[in-house]
C-alpha cells in the first residue's frame, strides 16, 4: 500500500492553468476509474473537487477538471485564482477493499 | 442537512484503546459505504478503513491492520473504529467520509497516543 506520488508543490499565477500530478502503478490508477481529489485549507475538513477521474460534483468550479493517463491522473485548475492556495490530495481505488492517498501538493498562488 | 459527526478521540496511552464513532443524519445511512481517514499533525491525508452497507466487507490499511476494527449499526446511524495496541504514530485527526468518492466528511476527532 504505497502513497500515489503528488509533487510536494506548485504554484502559479493568478489567470494561469496548472496541473498536479498523482502518479501510481497499473495496480491502482491505473487498473481504476476511481481516482478523486480533494481540497484541504489549513485546519480545514477536506472537500471532494473531482470523482471516478473526471466528474466533478455539483457546485464544484467549472475550473476544476480531472483526466487519467496510464497511471498517472491529473488535476487541472485553469483561471486560477487567489482562493484556489490550498493542499490537494489526489484517492484512489487499489482492489481488495483498500484505497490509498496520495501525500499531497501544496498549491501556492502567486 | 447531510452531516457526519465524529466523538470519542481523546487522550490515550501507549498500548491503549480507544473508540471512535462517526454518527450520520440527513441521509439514508445503511445505502452507504463508509471511510475513516486520518491525518497526522502537519500531515497529509491517509486512508485507514472502509466498510460495506451492512458490515460484511471491511479493509483496512497495512498499518492497523490486526490492530483497528471498523463496524456499524445502522438501527442507530453510526460507524465505528475500535481502535486497540495504539501507538505514537496513530496520533492523527480522524474523519469518517461518506461513499466511495467521499462526498461527504466530519468535522474529525483528534487522537492523542502519549505517556
Known amino acids: 500500500q504505497s502513497a500515489l506520488t503528488q509533487p510536494a508543490s506548485v504554484s502559479g499565477s493568478p489567470g494561469q492553468s496548472i496541473t498536479i500530478s498523482c502518479t501510481g502503478t497499473?495496480?491502482?490508477?491505473?487498473?481504476?476509474?476511481?481516482v478523486s481529489w480533494y481540497q484541504q485549507y489549513p485546519g480545514k475538513v477536506p472537500k471532494l473537487m473531482i470523482y471516478?477521474?473526471?466528474k466533478r460534483p455539483s457546485g464544484v468550479s467549472y475550473r476544476f477538471s480531472g483526466s487519467k493517463s496510464g497511471n498517472t491522473a491529473s488535476l487541472t485548475i485553469s483561471g486560477l485564482q487567489a482562493e484556489d492556495e490550498a493542499d490537494y490530495y489526489c484517492?484512489?481505488?487499489?482492489?481488495?477493499?483498500?484505497?490509498?492517498f496520495g501525500g499531497g501538493t501544496k498549491l501556492t498562488v502567486l | 442537512e447531510v452531516q457526519l459527526v465524529e466523538s470519542g478521540g481523546g487522550l490515550v496511552q501507549p498500548g491503549g484503546s480507544l473508540r471512535l464513532s462517526c454518527a450520520a443524519s440527513?441521509?439514508?445511512?445503511?445505502?452507504?459505504?463508509i471511510h475513516w481517514v486520518r491525518q497526522a499533525p502537519g500531515r497529509g491525508l491517509v486512508w485507514v478503513s472502509r466498510?460495506?452497507?451492512?458490515?460484511?466487507?471491511?479493509g483496512y490499511a497495512d498499518s492497523v491492520k490486526g490492530r483497528f476494527t471498523i463496524s456499524r449499526d445502522n438501527a442507530k446511524n453510526t460507524l465505528y473504529l475500535q481502535m486497540n495496541s495504539l501507538r505514537a504514530e496513530d496520533t492523527a485527526v480522524y474523519y469518517c467520509?461518506?461513499?466511495?468518492?467521499?462526498?461527504?466528511w466530519g468535522q474529525g476527532t483528534t487522537v492523542t497516543v502519549s505517556s
Open positions: 467520509a461518506r461513499a466511495d468518492n467521499m462526498d461527504v
Open positions: 440527513g441521509f439514508t445511512f445503511s445505502s452507504y459505504w
Open positions: 466498510i460495506n452497507y451492512d458490515g460484511s466487507l471491511t
Open positions: 497499473s495496480s491502482d490508477v491505473g487498473n481504476y476509474n476511481l
Open positions: 471516478e477521474v473526471t
Open positions: 484517492c484512489s481505488y487499489v482492489g481488495g477493499n483498500i484505497w490509498v
